[in-house]
């Protein structure tokens, strides 16, 4: 394994050990009781037990830490320069009609920058994470953003309501997280999406920027809301134009 900081080390042994709840419940996923959130997004006791695990884990490990999750909100705490930001089951829709595409997703704030990241897809033993200066890694091998500079061999992602319909290749996946790790890795040459919780996107953020790819700009202080697009460097331009009403 390449060198990794002792918090990137604390994230991945709380994501190794919530992944076991959601496997044992993806397994049974008949046997959930589910309570609606909101007109496409439901709360399950997965997503409650697993962010349950994440938040003791990490705050065993930096107990001054803040906190930002999903399911509990804003949890202020001592240090408020360094905070988790935790999305429990990213793609819960996916998890509750037994497809397996979703991830458990922690980013690190520090100072106002995420300098930490990881996306883990418990289902299919999937490791992405990144660190400041650092490289983004997929299993604890490095990965780097597609290379391709023609916009017509490109496959892209996004999520939500599209108004005005792109000219490209797209897919719709529900999982806003395994999205940026697929664009960080190559797998998806440009993700785009309106309407994002930062929970969604923290540990992409990461991700993309250590994997040579491009983002616009975030307001990392505003948690809901969040307009983005990622790709790589080359295909950046071309992009944007065909998102220009986006």
């Known amino acids: 394994m390449n060198s990794i900081s002792a918090n990137l080390n604390v994230m991945i042994k709380a994501a190794e050990k919530a992944s076991k709840v959601l496997i044992r419940d993806f397994g049974e996923i008949e046997k959930l009781q589910v309570s609606k959130k909101g007109p496409s997004d439901f709360v399950t006791n997965s997503d409650l037990k697993t962010e349950k695990i994440i938040i003791e884990e990490l705050k065993k490990a930096r107990p001054n830490y803040s906190i930002i999750s999903e399911e509990n909100g804003i949890q202020n705490n001592k240090d408020d320069n360094n905070i988790w930001i935790i999305d429990p089951i990213d793609g819960t829709i996916n998890f509750l009609h037994g497809i397996p595409h979703f991830a458990i997703s922690i980013g690190l704030k520090s100072n106002n920058e995420i300098i930490s990241g990881l996306i883990f897809d418990p289902i299919k033993n999937e490791m992405f994470y990144a ?3 650092n490289g983004a890694f997929f299993n604890n091998q490095r990965v780097r953003v597609s290379k391709k ?5 490109c496959l892209f992602a996004t999520g939500g309501k599209i108004q005005n ?5 797209y897919r719709k996946s529900g999982c806003a997280a395994l999205d940026l790790a697929y664009v960080a890795s190559g797998r998806y040459d440009g993700y785009f999406q309106n309407n994002l919780n930062l929970w969604d996107i923290a540990a992409g953020i990461i ?12 307001d990392l202080s505003v948690n809901e809301n969040i307009k983005i697009i990622a790709s790589s460097h080359d295909i950046n331009s071309k992009l944007l134009k065909k998102l220009d009403n986006f």
């Open 131 to 133: 660190e400041k200066n």
């Open 149 to 153: 500079n023609m916009i017509d061999d």
């Open 165 to 169: 319909e792109p000219d490209i290749l």
């Open 207 to 218: 991700l993309v920027k250590e994997a040579g790819g491009t983002l616009n700009e975030i």
